[in-house]
């Protein structure tokens, strides 16, 4: 449960990509109103509308505005309707990805041309179109976050495509701290650890890779709600105004670790027929089955609700 206060008092921002309360934006647009903030919320079609319009009620918001990344012309209205209802805001929250799914599985060298430029759009472009609109209505001290994953930093199976438009969407974050620095706003992204999120869920075997992060991580611990949302706030806040252009890891330590601890190894192969291992390495019988620890961890849809 978010901690109520009054940090984000006075402060107003714009929240895209919730897809339901399960999403990592609605974590941080909790934390943000539990703190004072006052919130418009989008939505990408009807569907999306009707799971974001009560959660959007239950923080007292009654912008919630229809948007799609792909239109100009939407967000064109989008901020023009906050311009007219606020005049001015002071943060926004990019958590907006799509991959087609079925592109999430074997290998990245079979990336279709049309699939590579759209998530290209979507998850990377889509936070610069949506900055540019957003910039002139910010007030100085204005904040910006989006959301990445590890795939960006390092090759995660089945994560592919994703994988290499979360590198351009950081690459972005330092440019447009650059860009937008001298006008106050600062530009960050915060790196979740896998989570039980819809976006989450369309990468192959994400089951598999919450458990490994669970396991092979410092803290042992998977990654809550509150977390994210915790660390969206301090980003968003006056807490850290001299932070810009960083990428916050929030992943119970897991982007430390080059190799795991051997405890932590042999607790995987006991739990996947360690016996059958050991014999094959050691030259005695068959070689053992291919123990499926493939990894991946991001959203994959148009709202990056792992993310």
């Not at 209505?137 to 990445?148: A, D, K």
Request: charged share 20%; proline share 3%; with cysteine.
């Amino acid at each position: 449960m978010s901690a109520t206060g009054t940090l984000m008092q006075g402060k107003r921002g714009l929240v895209m990509g919730v897809a339901n309360d399960h999403s990592i934006a609605w974590g941080i647009a909790k934390a943000c109103a539990a703190q004072g903030a006052d919130l418009a919320f989008t939505y990408q079609g009807e569907a999306f509308g009707r799971r974001v319009t009560p959660l959007a009620e239950s923080v007292g918001s009654k912008l919630v505005l229809p948007a799609d990344v792909e239109d100009e012309t939407s967000l064109d209205a989008v901020f023009k309707s906050l311009e007219d209802a606020w005049g001015s805001f002071d943060f926004l929250v990019h958590a907006i990805a799509y991959s087609d799914k079925s592109e999430l599985k074997g290998r990245y060298l079979d990336t279709t041309r049309a699939n590579f430029a759209r998530t290209m759009d979507i998850s990377c472009f889509s936070f610069v179109d949506i900055a540019r609109r957003a910039a002139p209505l910010m007030r100085p001290g204005g904040s910006m976050v989006t959301l990445t994953y590890a795939g960006a930093e390092r090759v995660m199976p089945n994560y592919n495509v994703m994988g290499v438009a979360k590198a351009a969407l950081e690459a972005s974050v330092r440019y447009m701290a650059v860009d937008l620095g001298r006008d106050g706003i600062r530009v960050n992204a915060i790196s979740a650890g896998p989570m039980r999120t819809l976006a989450g869920s369309a990468i192959a075997d994400a089951k598999t890779v919450f458990n490994w992060n669970l396991t092979h991580a410092p803290l042992k611990q998977a990654i809550e709600l509150d977390d994210v949302g915790g660390a969206g706030l301090y980003l968003l806040s006056d807490l850290s105004r001299s932070v810009t252009g960083e990428v916050h890891h929030v992943d119970a330590g897991y982007n430390v670790i080059g190799m795991p601890q051997a405890r932590d190894l042999d607790k995987d192969l006991v739990g996947k027929g360690y016996a059958k291992v050991a014999k094959s390495r050691n030259g005695k019988g068959k070689p053992a089955a291919d123990n499926d620890t493939r990894a991946a961890a991001a959203p994959a849809s148009a709202s990056d609700a792992a993310e």
